[in-house]
């Protein structure tokens, strides 16, 4: 299984900044997405994250708001810009690994809370 | 659209007896099943999955599941509960390869197992 570090783990931010999520990968992958679970909800996609090329974001999730880096096969940013409380949110980074293409493994997680 | 219900919000069961975790799905062709556990603080792990095969699938920590086409189910079980299986356990559903690897997740059921 593919291993996945995320950074920063959590943090608390104002109203009105942006926050850079990094997520890294011990191997290279085909696929990676980005994943928001809001307080006591599912998760829920908010784009792919292509490799050198624009990420495609699903319904309702926007690249102003979320934009999405992906500049090799093992390593990828989300930030989430002009925060609000609402995007207070577990923001999680998965890959599909590439000896197992059916698995998909999920990062550990960074909890976000805007005040 | 593919979809994923987990028709409940808790399952509380005593320690050493049977636990089902149920889970029902909606998708166009064959699906693809997965069950994940999230414990507190931490990201999912990955639990099991069905893809084709037997329609009982094995997966870690002594969990079982149930592929039944007909009820279009994939029930999660375990035949003795442990404190420790204490969590919260998402269903997703993908469709066939071709239709872009994206995971549908459940709301999730949350596990609760008393002594």
Known sequence: ?115 | AQSVAQPEDQVNVAEGNPLTVKCTYSVSGNPYLFWYVQYPNRGLQFLLKYITGDNLVKGSYGFEAEFNKSQTSFHLKKPSALVSDSALYFCAVRGPTGTASKLTFGTGTRLQVTL
């Open chain 1, 1 to 115: 299984s593919a291993v996945i570090s995320q950074k920063p783990s959590r943090d608390i931010c104002q109203r009105g900044t942006s926050l850079t999520i990094q997520c890294q990968v011990d191997s290279q992958v085909t696929m990676m997405f980005w994943y928001r679970q809001q307080p006591g909800q599912s998760l829920t996609l908010i784009a792919t994250a292509n490799q050198g090329s624009e990420a495609t974001y699903e319904s309702g999730f926007v690249i102003d708001k979320f934009p999405i880096s992906r500049p090799n096969l093992t390593f990828s940013t989300l930030t989430v810009s002009n925060m609000s409380p609402e995007d207070s949110s577990i923001y999680l980074c998965s890959v599909v690994g590439t000896r197992a293409a059916n698995e998909q493994f999920f990062g550990p997680g960074t909890r976000l809370t805007v005040l």
